[in-house]
């Protein structure tokens, strides 16, 4: 009792070979087999029992006639022969069972024969496994001729193959990897291109099987187990299950019902395609869906089980024509033959020629791109030539374009190409797969030219510099002149810019091109004379996009906005052709003209209608009796404008103008206004483009002083203003010495703790508050600001401009007015904690210059900046310490107030006696000048302000040693009560006033303006998020005018100056910004 699983079935088989015989009724079949022609993966005699097996189903048909023939009786092989007696001229019909070297002998001694050309004969082969005859192209041989291969390839076109279904579920492809995968692993087996044989997923079914009758077989209790081979068989039979390849159907009989395809080749692609499939389990024959039968010799219909005419003619009735007529004809035809044929390969050598030479192909080497951006030059020196230029243009003066030619050099590349300007456009690929069609199309690219289309130079595949290189136009596209405001357009120059357009794609349309599938207006583009030309035709396949950018552009605003100028039957096709229809080119061309006429941007809808560009397209999609349009006003359209818009952009394509005809519309319109002197319109363009230049020449001139001015101000926030004027004047920056200078160091005691204590962003607030506050105080003294590194904050004055002996008085003063405002100062996220500033200042000489090519910075260099740095780190908090050679330069001003701290001993220095600074003494002189700081709805008032008790009690300065010593031993008296004193000072913020001095005593020449962030203003107690702007005015007579309380004659006199000068602040007052 045996059990078939696998899908060799000869009843199915034989079932299937008589549904296609009743399908096209044929009667007649002639049958030829090689009994051991498939024993190698079928089995002995597979061949013959499977035609033992059809012939008795064949006998029970009534109307059914047959012969059969076993080709190993022939020794020799002769297979024309065999074909010539045992199908001749009585079969049409033939099945063969054979190896598929044989089957490809029968079919090429056919085709000698000229049974596959007549059309009169069917061959079918059965294939009991598809292991390694169900390829792609199984009439391809490795080894053999062309020739043959070629002959067997077209032998092959009357050829239908019989072959067990190839399951397309998900189990059997992972299946068949797997078998793949371990008979290369295992066996060194590589399938390659053939499938994995039907045999072995039947020998997976088969066990599966065995293993359900077995489940099936065993009892509900263990002990009682007593298998029956014959029970066990019979369980198999007459049941379906699920296996590997799908429904698996065994019959009564233990055959198992098998499903069948039937293969025909596509001449298109030289590779066979199922076209038909049978269903064993209920006997049905289907076809697939889009494709069909190829009959052999170009017949549309099936051949008759007969042939009529016989392979070799001879049935056919003689219908020829006498000798001398034939002659006749036969060397007329060889005569225009020759001659047509002349010419054709005179034309096609001539074109493989033009095509071989490649003359569109450019070398990226002979294209000199031109740069994106200003040449980098040295932080110490630049060059004046530099700076006389515009540094905002990238070019020359060709980017001034009536489109702004700055944005338009950005937007498209560009570069000279043999002495030519040309526009660089990058292909959206790192690699060109050139093809012959691609060929073709190139050299019809670079063979095409006209007035209106721009120019194709050529074309890179060099990766990665795969670009093409096209006709520059300096005066941008239409588009951008349209959405420019500045540039007029009258009546004239409009009608111009529609007859362009309409003469470059007449002209297009008219060649091999053929259409355009994506015109608008940004793909027009206006030359240096003002003709406008077609740009972004041809060559679709290198300019779109990957489908990966193309899925995820779909949602972009850009993507919609694109498609506003397509026709609503291409927006309706699910894949459109690239290079679009000429219809739609027309439809296209409508939008532009409205674009022209309104100047209000694609599908203008009106000013009550706000519609994107999502919704417009899909509106033109679904169309309707009154299809979605551009508004047309016809008070401002002309009638013949607005009929012509009309007309183009009609629902039914069939209904829109051709060019040619557009071209005599055109023509028409504008003879009234167009003079036919073709220098008078040139003419008239440059006269207008003249008008509009002028006012944009003015515009961009503006914009680059402007633009200029904003660099020196950066520059001069960057380096000191007597530097960056060295270096925007092209001169070198030296390194210069400084006899003397004072420098300034203060930290922030505690700021380490401080900082692990707070977030990393209340830490940037609090330096930011500070810093700013600082600067804001600074700015009223003659000193520089040299850098802040975390908490530490250094100033010199006495460099890069000498002020004499000014330079100790400068620092000292503002170094009292920062310890007294850093009392007052309140930490944002601890209101309640005290910032302790810890200050240290000494005088010498130093050496400063700039250091650094990127990001260059003035460095001070010197044993002066060591010390003042050992002063600071030395000192204590909210104490200013003051070396002795500061001391000895403060003294001679006798105004401030030094107290004596003893020797420190400091690192690479010693012991130094070093000083206290406590305040400055007020004069008869000093006056306070007020410059009020007015916030919102607040007037400034000027009103006297007395000393502090630290001012009070350090009034006397010491006047010899022995003075020095007293105050040395009360020391520490001196600082219990400066620390108290501390406490006394009033909780005014640094951001409510601001007082000028400079280093001499005088006002600042000119007002300064400072700007202080909400934060920063939050953080220094004001009530207010708004901005407030602290503007510092210097004549006296406003502020006599803004306040009463001070009277006029204590207004200081502008003009004193020198180390004697009236102070304009009264020892102790600290200028709050």
């Given amino acids: 009792m045996t059990t078939r699983v696998g899908s060799l079935s000869f009843r199915d088989i034989s079932y299937f070979v008589l549904s296609i015989m009743n399908e096209y009724k044929w009667t007649r079949l002639h049958l030829l087999y090689s009994k051991n022609g498939q024993a190698q993966v079928a089995g002995r005699h597979t061949c013959q029992l499977m035609m033992k097996t059809l012939v008795e189903f064949v006998r029970e048909q009534q109307n059914l006639t047959f012969s059969t023939f076993d080709l190993e009786t022939t020794a020799t092989k002769d297979f024309p022969e065999a074909l010539k007696d045992r199908v001749g001229n009585s079969y049409g019909i033939v099945v063969m069972c054979a190896n598929s070297t044989t089957i490809r002998e029968i079919l090429l001694a056919a085709e000698e024969l000229g049974m596959v050309d007549s059309g009169e004969y069917v061959f079918f082969s059965i294939e009991l496994s598809s292991s390694d005859n169900n390829t792609e192209e199984p009439w391809r041989v490795e080894g053999d001729t062309d020739e043959r291969n070629e002959k067997a390839r077209k032998a092959y076109q009357a050829l239908l193959t019989v072959t067990a279904r190839t399951p397309d579920n998900v189990e059997y492809l992972n299946f068949s990897r797997e078998v793949k995968s371990l008979a290369q692993s295992r066996y060194n087996f590589t399938f390659g291109n053939s499938s994995v044989s039907t045999f072995v997923t039947a020998f997976y079914d088969a066990v599966l099987l065995y293993a359900l009758a077995l489940k099936e077989s065993l009892p509900d209790r263990p002990g009682e187990i007593n298998l029956n081979g014959g029970n066990l068989t019979r369980r198999m039979w007459g049941r379906s299950f699920k296996g590997i390849t799908g429904d698996v159907n065994i019959d009564e009989n233990g055959d198992r019902i098998a499903d069948y395809s039937l293969l025909d080749m596509n001449p298109a692609t030289s590779k066979f395609e199922i076209v038909a499939n049978y269903y064993g389990a209920n006997q049905t024959l289907e076809y697939v869906s889009g494709r069909r039968i190829h009959w052999s010799g170009g017949r549309l219909e099936p051949p008759p089980d007969t042939p009529a005419c016989g392979f070799d003619g001879s049935l056919c009735p003689d219908n020829s024509l006498p000798g001398y007529a034939i002659l006749s004809i036969v060397l007329s035809s060889i005569v225009v033959g020759l001659v047509v044929a002349s010419v054709f390969i005179y034309r096609h050598f001539k074109l493989e020629a033009e095509i071989a030479s490649m003359t569109w192909k450019v070398h990226w080497d002979d294209v000199i791109v031109m740069p994106h951006g200003k040449t980098r030059g040295s932080m110490y020196s630049l060059p004046a030539n530099k700076l006389r230029g515009s540094q905002l243009t990238m070019y020359s003066e060709d980017n001034i374009s009536m489109a702004g030619g700055v944005d338009r050099q950005i937007y498209v590349p560009t570069g000279i190409y043999k002495n030519s300007k040309v526009a660089i456009k990058f292909i959206p690929r790192s690699k060109v797969e050139i093809s012959r069609p691609l060929l073709l199309e190139l050299k019809k690219m670079k063979d095409l030219q006209h007035d209106h289309l721009v120019r194709f130079y050529g074309a890179c595949v060099e990766p990665p510099h795969c670009c093409l290189l096209t006709e520059y136009c300096p005066k941008g596209s239409l588009q951008d002149i349209l959405e420019n405001d500045q540039i007029k357009l009258d009546r004239v120059f409009r009608g111009s810019l529609i007859h362009d357009i309409v003469r470059g794609m007449a002209y297009l349309h008219g060649s091999e091109i053929r259409s355009h599938g994506n015109l608008k207006s940004s793909n027009c583009v206006v030359d240096s004379r003002f003709v406008l030309k077609i740009a972004d035709f041809g060559l679709h396949e290198l300019r779109r996009p990957s489908l990966a950018d193309q899925e995820e552009d779909r949602d972009s605003y850009a993507y919609w906005r694109r498609q506003l100028w397509t026709s609503p039957e291409l927006l309706r ?33 009106g000013d009550d209608k706000d519609l994107s560009p999502k919704e417009i397209v899909e509106g033109v999609k679904r169309g309707g009796g009154s299809p979605l349009r551009p508004l047309i006003d016809e008070a401002y359209v002309e009638e013949e404008v607005a009929t012509l818009m009309k007309r183009c952009w009609a629902q039914d394509a069939a209904d829109r103008p051709d060019f040619p005809a557009l071209k005599q519309t055109i023509r028409k319109i504008n003879k009234d206004y167009e003079s036919s002197n073709i220098l008078d319109n040139l003419l008239s363009r440059m006269e207008q483009y003249a008008n509009n230049l002028e006012t944009l020449v003015e515009e961009r001139t503006a914009d680059y002083l402007e633009e200029k001015r904003k660099c020196e101000e950066l520059l001069y926030q960057l380096l000191p203003k007597s530097v960056a004027l060295q270096l925007i004047l092209g ?108 200050i240290g200042m000494h005088s010498g000489p130093c050496v400063a210059g700039v250091v650094g090519l990127k990001m260059p910075r003035y460095c001070l260099f010197g044993d002066t900046v060591n010390t003042a740095s050992r002063m600071e780190s030395n000192g204590q908090a909210l104490k200013i310490h003051v070396s002795p050679k500061t001391k000895e330069i403060l003294d001679t001003f006798g105004t401030f107030d030094l107290v004596c701290r003893g020797e420190v001993t400091m690192k690479g220095k010693g012991a130094m006696t070093t000083y206290w600074l406590q305040g400055e003494k007020p004069t008869n002189n000093n006056v306070q000048q007020v410059r ?91 009530g207010s998020m708004n901005t407030v702007v ?18 006029l004659e204590n207004v200081p006199n502008h003009t004193e100056s020198g180390p004697n000068a009236p102070l304009l602040l009264p020892a102790g007052n600290v200028p709050r910004v």
């Fill in 573 to 605: 096709m699910e894949r459109p052709p690239p290079e679009g229809t000429q219809k739609g080119d027309v439809y296209s061309f409508a939008v532009i003209v409205h674009e022209i006429v309104v100047r209000q941007g694609p599908f203008y809808m």
């Fill in 731 to 838: 001169q070198s920056v030296i390194a210069e010495t400084y006899d003397q200078v004072t420098i300034y160091f203060s930290d922030i005691v505690g700021f380490t703790s401080l900082s692990a204590e707070s977030t990393p962003l209340q830490v940037v607030d609090l330096l930011n508050d500070l810093y700013t506050c600082f600067d804001s105080i600074i700015e009223n003294f003659d000193v520089y600001k040299v850098e802040t590194i975390g908490d530490a904050y250094m100033v010199v004055s006495g460099l890069p401009v000498r002020n004499g002996m000014n330079h100790a008085r400068e620092i000292a003063r503002m170094s009292l007015a920062l310890r007294d405002t850093v009392m007052t100062f309140r930490i944002r996220h601890r209101p309640n904690e005290q910032l302790k500033l810890r």
């Fill in 932 to 1022: 009020a700081t007015p916030t919102i709805n607040q007037t400034p008032v000027i009103s006297s302000q007395r000393s502090s008790p630290v001012q009070s009690q350090n009034q006397v300065q010491p006047q010899n040693q022995v003075q020095h010593q007293i105050l040395c031993q009360q020391q520490g008296q001196n600082q219990v009560q400066q620390q108290g004193q501390n406490q006394q000072q009033g909780q005014q913020h640094c951001a409510r006033s601001a007082l000028t001095i400079t280093g001499n005593g005088a006002p600042v020449g000119h007002p300064i303006s400072t700007s202080v962030s909400p934060s920063h203003r939050i953080a220094m107690g004001g």
């Fill in 1030 to 1047: 602290h503007q510092v005015h210097h004549q006296a007579h406003q502020i006599h005018q803004s306040s009463t309380e001070l009277p």
